[in-house]
Nanobody, 125 residues
């Protein structure tokens, strides 16, 4: 049974940094995109970043380019999201998700088959 477990969320001031982790288990993820999404209260879930587990290709939402970095540790089956220069508008629940490598539109939540339960990130002004 595939499990994705996020950790690392918390409260931080504007301009601060956080590092989120997503521990994956119960499957073979070499043929998957591992993505991060976020959802703020009253808003739709939105794409943040994704990484190809086997090739390391990465894509980012324009809103986080230059501030966030996605990476993975193959040996530990863990994906990370380093978030720097945080802004109040980054406040949301952040979710880790996995999509088959063959998926199209990897920025869409609908192509991701597996989801974690999320971790709260709050950026105070």
């Amino acid at each position: 049974q595939v499990q994705l477990v996020e950790s690392g969320g918390g409260l931080v001031q504007t301009g601060g940094s956080l590092r989120l982790s997503c521990a994956a288990s119960g499957g073979t993820f070499s043929n998957y995109w591992m993505g991060w999404f976020r959802q703020a209260p009253g808003k739709e879930r939105e794409f943040v970043a994704t990484i190809s587990w086997i090739y390391g290709s990465v894509y980012y939402a324009d809103s986080v380019k230059g501030r966030f970095t996605i990476s993975r540790d193959n040996a530990k089956n863990t994906v990370f999201l380093q978030m720097n220069s945080l802004k109040p508008e980054d406040t949301a629940v952040y979710y880790c998700a996995a999509a088959p490598y063959s998926a199209h539109d990897i920025g869409s939540p609908s192509v991701y088959d597996y989801w974690g339960k999320g971790t709260q990130v709050t950026v105070s002004s």
